[in-house]
Each structure stands twice: as structure tokens, then as C-alpha cells.
């Protein structure tokens, strides 16, 4: 079992930037990818960011050049810097982590608004 505990959401003005956090706890051994998903309302969930164990990323085209995923495996730690934020960012952002053998866990969830 892999527990996640997200945080950094909030509510930021249009040009903005916030940075999530997302630290894992557990069987933290088996994890193999970490990421970012976003749910904005009506919308289905929807894939923001990855990185492996190697670190090796994948965007979202919505956010490229304004996301960054990292993590810090000596923290167990994943994070979600986002800059140059636009009101259709505006989304409850989930953390999720894949382990070695497929399992998938996910966060609690943030909000993050962007609004002026």
C-alpha cells in the first residue's frame, strides 16, 4: 500500500504560479511512476504530468511550457511547479503513483483556482 498526502492548492490570480506537493508513504520501494492528474468540473479526470524513476517526463500539451514535474526520491516526494496559471487550470489536482507491478494509488485531491 502506498499512502499520498497532497498539498499546495489554493487560489492564485490569472499569470500566477502555485507549487503542489505530493508526499508518498508506505511501500514507497515498489514506486515506479509518479504524476498529476486534474478534474475540472464536468470534465473528466485528465492526465497533467508524469515522471519516472528515471526521470523522464510527459506533458500534457495544455501545460507545456508552463508545468514542471519533479520529484525527490530521498523525500518520496513528487511536485507540480505551474506558472503563467489561466483560468482553465482551474481544476481539483490529484496526485497519483504506479508501482513496479501496475498498482495505481491516488491522493486525496487539491483545489486549485485561478480567477481574477
Known amino acids: 500500500q502506498v499512502q499520498l498526502v497532497e498539498s499546495g492548492g489554493g487560489l492564485v490570480q490569472p499569470g500566477g504560479s502555485l507549487r503542489l506537493s505530493c508526499a508518498a508513504s508506505?511501500?514507497?520501494?515498489?514506486?515506479?511512476?509518479m504524476g498529476w492528474y486534474r478534474q475540472a468540473p464536468g470534465k473528466q479526470r485528465e492526465l497533467v504530468a508524469l515522471?519516472?524513476?528515471?526521470?523522464?517526463?510527459n506533458y500534457a500539451d495544455s501545460v507545456k511550457g508552463r508545468f514542471t514535474i519533479s520529484r525527490d526520491n530521498a523525500k518520496n516526494t513528487v511536485y507540480l511547479e505551474m506558472n503563467s496559471l489561466k483560468p482553465e487550470d482551474t481544476a481539483v489536482y490529484y496526485c497519483?503513483?504506479?508501482?513496479?507491478?501496475?498498482?495505481?494509488?491516488w491522493g486525496q485531491g487539491t483545489q486549485v483556482t485561478v480567477s481574477s
Open positions: 515522471i519516472n524513476s528515471g526521470g523522464s517526463t
Open positions: 508506505g511501500s514507497i520501494f515498489s514506486i515506479n511512476v
Open positions: 497519483n503513483v504506479v508501482t513496479r507491478v501496475g498498482y495505481k494509488y
